[in-house]
Nanobody, 123 residues
Framework: VQLQAFGGGLVQPGGSLRLSCAASEVTLDYYAIGWFRQVPGKEREGVSC????????YYEDSVKGRFTISRDNAKNTVYLQMNSLKSDDTAVHYC?????????????????WGQGTQVTVSS
């Protein structure tokens, strides 16, 4: 499973970005997808995830109400819409895939990872 995460960039506080996670050579229908982020010196943390079957979603407390995860199986892509961005959201963001219905928020549950995309929130 090859994943590609893209859509990061530089944005001012309060701005928005939409990250995309696209897969090649495999359909994501059977995979739970998670978004994670990491800053230097800190562990990778779960931001949000979405189930493969029922589309059940999870959000880390600090992003609830600001971020929305969704999937478009026809496009084989999962999105993370990030609104009201804060400086604390600055990090490299990764998407990951877990073969199964529920991935959860811990990185060790995910076997397949994209390369990461940098999100920088700064004025």
């Amino acid at each position: 499973v090859q994943l590609q995460a893209f859509g990061g960039g530089l944005v001012q506080p309060g701005g928005s970005l939409r990250l995309s996670c696209a897969a090649s050579e495999v359909t994501l229908d059977y995979y739970a997808i998670g978004w994670f982020r990491q800053v230097p010196g800190k562990e990778r943390e779960g931001v949000s995830c979405i189930g493969s079957k029922d589309g059940m979603t999870y959000y880390e407390d600090s992003v609830k109400g600001r971020f929305t995860i969704s999937r478009d199986n026809a496009k084989n892509t999962v999105y993370l819409q990030m609104n009201s961005l804060k400086s604390d959201d600055t990090a490299v963001h990764y998407c990951a895939a877990h073969l199964g219905s529920v991935g959860g928020s811990h990185p060790t549950r995910y076997r397949y990872w994209g390369q990461g995309t940098q999100v920088t929130v700064s004025s």
